[in-house]
């Protein structure tokens, strides 16, 4: 891992989240508690799955370590899960694994690929059961979404369809720590990985640079708008909807 000086990057991160708390107004706020509950779900659900693919390749690390489960508690990294809150980008507690106790189905790097994997491809698969639930309730629950708490309940799970997209999107960027990067490597040839492996530093800190600077943003939202929209168009029109 990059092991930059901490304190200055912690620094950097605090003003990013005043920044952002001085800006918000109260439909901001509002807009925050509806978030709430898609971080805590999309957070639980993407660190489960790697800890269950772990497990499914024959890693008993993440049972050991009490992983295997979908409490909010057992995955959420303080800084992560508030950064994700309040700045839109962020990360759960990692699952440890140790890619030695894996069965010899696959290769330990292809392995190490699946469990990398196994985190976007929950956030994507809740995002799509998400949006059948959304469409469900305008289908054959109408009146009840034009109550308060219909209003409510549709919003929060309009966010959490947007925030497992999100989180989906972004650690599939090819850069370390992400999930990306795990599942780059499996695809790259010996000498590019082992340069990829000497510069691990450089791209720890190309990743700090994108991600302070909300660089991902450009890479991130236009994925995102255009995976929503595609969502929402597909299954609105197969419970008509739209």
């Known amino acids: 891992m990059f092991y930059s000086d901490k304190r200055f990057i912690y620094l950097l991160l605090i003003i990013m989240i005043l920044m952002r708390l001085m800006s918000m107004s109260n439909i901001g706020w509002l807009v925050?508690?509806?978030t709430l509950p898609g971080v805590l779900l999309a957070i639980s659900f993407h660190e489960f799955a790697h800890a269950y693919a772990a497990t499914k390749l024959g890693d008993d690390t993440p049972e050991n370590e009490g992983r295997l489960n979908?409490?909010?508690?057992?995955?959420i990294d303080p800084v992560g899960f508030v950064l994700l809150l309040f700045v839109g980008f962020g990360w759960g507690k990692p699952v440890q694994i140790n890619p030695r106790n894996f069965d010899r189905k696959y290769s330990m790097l292809t392995g190490e690929a699946i469990v990398a994997a196994a985190g976007p491809i929950m956030n994507f698969i809740l995002?799509?059961?998400?949006t059948i639930i959304y469409c469900a309730i305008f289908r054959f629950a109408n009146s009840f979404v034009v109550t308060t708490i219909g209003d409510i309940i549709i919003s929060m799970i309009q966010y959490a369809i947007i925030v497992n997209l999100g989180l989906g999107i972004f650690n599939l960027i090819p850069l370390p720590p992400l999930d990306g990067s795990k599942i780059l490597m499996n695809f790259l040839p010996y000498n590019a990985r082992q340069w990829f492996a000497e510069h691990e530093q450089l791209f720890y800190v190309a990743f700090l640079f994108i991600w302070i600077f909300q660089l991902s943003d450009y890479i991130v939202t236009p994925v995102l708008n255009f995976m929503y929209s595609g969502l929402i168009r597909i299954f609105g029109t197969l419970f008509g909807i739209l």
């Open 32 to 34: 925050l508690l509806y």
């Open 70 to 75: 979908l409490n909010p508690l057992s995955h």
């Open 127 to 130: 995002s799509i059961v998400l």
